[in-house]
């Protein structure tokens, strides 16, 4: 499977915190539709900031966690 080029951000309110986000590959079943494109590079910067998960069913986790140091972002969102 090719990694692909572009992911997507969906922000996901929970209780009084600040809302969180979760990276998606655009044709995940959980991407929100009509979420604008990030490439790879801004999705990684996106994927660095605290409350950002990468989503485990479309196989977001699995390609970028390799891409990034240091932080624990795979979830079972």
């Known amino acids: 499977m090719s990694a692909p080029s572009d992911w997507v951000l969906a922000k996901v309110r929970e209780g ?23 490439d790879v590079q801004r999705a990684l910067d996106v ?6 998960q990468l989503c485990t069913l479309c ?5 970028l966690t390799p891409l990034l ?8 969102s």
Do not use: M, Y
């Not at 969180?20 to 079943?29: F, N, S, T």
């Not at 994927?47 to 950002?52: Q, Y």
């Not at 196989?59 to 390609?63: F, L, P, R, S």
């Open 69 to 76: 140091s240091g932080f624990d972002h795979i979830t079972d």
């Open 16 to 38: 009084r915190g600040p809302a969180r986000g979760v990276l998606h590959a655009p044709d995940c079943e959980e991407a929100p539709e009509g979420s604008p494109l990030l």
């Open 59 to 63: 196989g977001c986790a699995q390609e």
């Open 47 to 52: 994927a660095e900031k605290p409350g950002t």
